[in-house]
């Protein structure tokens, strides 16, 4: 078994958690997707850390010396979160990548092996 | 003890043997600050001998149990005075003036119950295997014979008798001493403490033995020792009170999981006008104290679950059972929550969707996993549903089990 690291990306203009005129139930509906997947994958014994969120706002550090707010001003999707998982394969995590929430909200999964210091 | 034929002619010898015999134990040790446990026992079972032949013949005093204390004091005076080699032992760590206050000990409520707390986390101490933990609970906390704990484990008593003698070197190697408890040490071991409850608990509750009196023993033993821990101020935790509260729903449901043959019947159907309203109260009481603090720990997760099976369908039950099977997985893995998820993932979506979610699990060496998905085709594709029934009795070691869903295959065929 290998671990592999997932990493979230969304729009944060258009996913639902961070419109500000959500509705409870919207957001309960939310959370129940996540915890779904998330604990599907932990019923297959196969989830290291279920990991977090990320605050939308952040700072961006570059060689030139600037320093800018966000990294969403530039790029349109920005990376939401992350968690562990771990398979024999780049192909199983993938598939266990597969039904992930973000994906119904025109996000995206990416999937990488860790390469262990 | 209890094949003594002499204590067969009384009842209530061996009820009060039950209840008795571990309070004196951890009072003596408790008051005499005993390492070696052995001494405590022998008192103790000399205080019973002397019991059955007394009572033999003059027959039961006014207050059997005050008689009980009173004997055992004089014979921890005269185990003092007398055993003067011992007594060098016990002047290495006590004082001759400690062991004169010490003898003014009483067996009163109070001394019995914090006795009774020191001894049990002395007793539960991670040095040993979980199984020889409950078995040390059962036998110093909990006053069983070692021939009913081997009935309780489904083994003989050979084992037992060796898997108790481990443990007691591994206690005395790691300087058994029963003391005041402190915080620090509470915080340090209670977590292995609730853990020896919760197996115990489910050891009578889930156990191999058909065996209805021990079972029932051994779950309302757990919740004795629970009652002792949220009793005192030092360990009335969240943690206690759910453990409790979890103890009090499943016990509710204790006469109604079987039928007169033994099988089990599933929660649903159940007849819940057997289902024991009082414990159900009492359940309901500590799951209320276990959510006073901000913690969720499994126990919260799984009391909680319970909880919910005692209320009527509707008004999301089955979602909000989905959701606490989901929040215990992610807190830690077990084969046994994966599948109640996935039952419960089909209750909310469907048993498709049920599928979907139990196929992946992929336990392939699990019965139960077998018969899930057995349960789940019985909806959408009889033939299959019968195939992985078949699967779970080849694997199932339990000949009740392996009936059932025999009984199951054979209903199922009929309906073709």
Known sequence: MKDFLLIYRADYSTYPASKPERSPEEMQALTQKWMNWVAGIAAQEKLVDRGNRLVPSGKVLKSNGSVSDGPYTEIKESIMGYSLIKAASLEEASKLAGGCPILSYDGSVEVREINAI | ?416
């Open chain 2, 1 to 416: 003890m209890p094949s003594d034929p002499r204590m067969q002619e009384s009842e209530l010898i061996p009820h009060l043997f039950r209840t008795e015999y571990s309070k004196i134990i951890a009072v003596l040790c408790n008051s005499f600050d005993l390492r070696h446990l052995e001494v405590a026992e022998d008192i103790a079972s000399e205080t019973f001998l002397k019991a059955t032949e007394i009572w033999g013949i003059r027959g039961v005093p006014e207050n059997p149990t005050a008689w009980l204390y009173t004997v055992a004091k004089n014979k921890v005076k005269d185990y003092f005075k007398h055993n003067a080699v011992i007594e060098r032992q016990v002047k290495e760590t006590m004082k001759l003036n400690d062991i004169e206050t010490a003898l003014d000990f009483e067996f009163s409520h109070q001394n019995i119950a914090d006795s009774q707390l020191a001894m049990i986390f002395s007793v539960c101490n991670p040095e040993n295997s979980t199984d020889a933990q409950i078995c040390l609970a059962l036998q110093i906390l909990c006053g069983f014979s070692v021939e009913e704990i081997a009935s309780a484990f489904l083994t003989n008593p050979e084992t037992i008798k060796k898997r108790l003698h481990r443990a007691r070197v591994n206690l005395r190697n790691g300087n058994f001493q029963i003391k005041a408890l402190s915080d620090p040490e509470v915080r340090a071991r209670s977590e292995s403490v609730l853990k020896t409850l919760y197996l115990l608990f489910n050891e009578g509750y889930f156990s191999k033995t058909n065996d209805q009196s021990i079972r029932k023993d051994l779950c309302f033993e757990a919740i004795r020792l629970g009652l002792i821990l949220v009793g005192n101020a030092l360990t009335d935790t969240p943690q206690a009170n759910a453990l409790l509260a979890l103890m009090y729903f499943q016990s509710s449901r204790f006469d109604a999981r079987t039928n007169d043959r033994g099988e089990m019947i599933l929660l649903e159907d159940q007849d819940k006008s057997l289902w024991d309203r009082g414990l159900i109260e009492r359940g309901n009481h500590y799951l209320v104290n276990a959510y006073e603090g901000k913690e969720v720990s499994r126990y919260h997760l799984e009391a909680a679950i319970a909880y919910w099976h005692t209320t009527p369908t509707g008004g999301g039950k089955w979602q909000h059972i989905l959701q606490l099977y989901n929040q215990l997985l992610l807190i830690e893995y077990s084969p046994v929550t994966a599948l109640n998820r996935a039952f419960a993932f089909g209750k909310v979506y469907g048993w498709e969707k049920g599928i979907e979610e139990a196929e992946k699990l992929s336990l392939n060496d699990n019965s139960h996993y077998y018969s899930l998905l057995g349960y789940l085709y019985t909806r959408v594709d009889i033939d299959r549903a019968v195939g992985y029934y078949e699967q779970a009795i080849a694997l199932t070691r339990s000949r009740v089990e392996a009936e059932t869903l025999r009984k199951e295959v054979r209903r199922l065929m009929g309906d073709i």
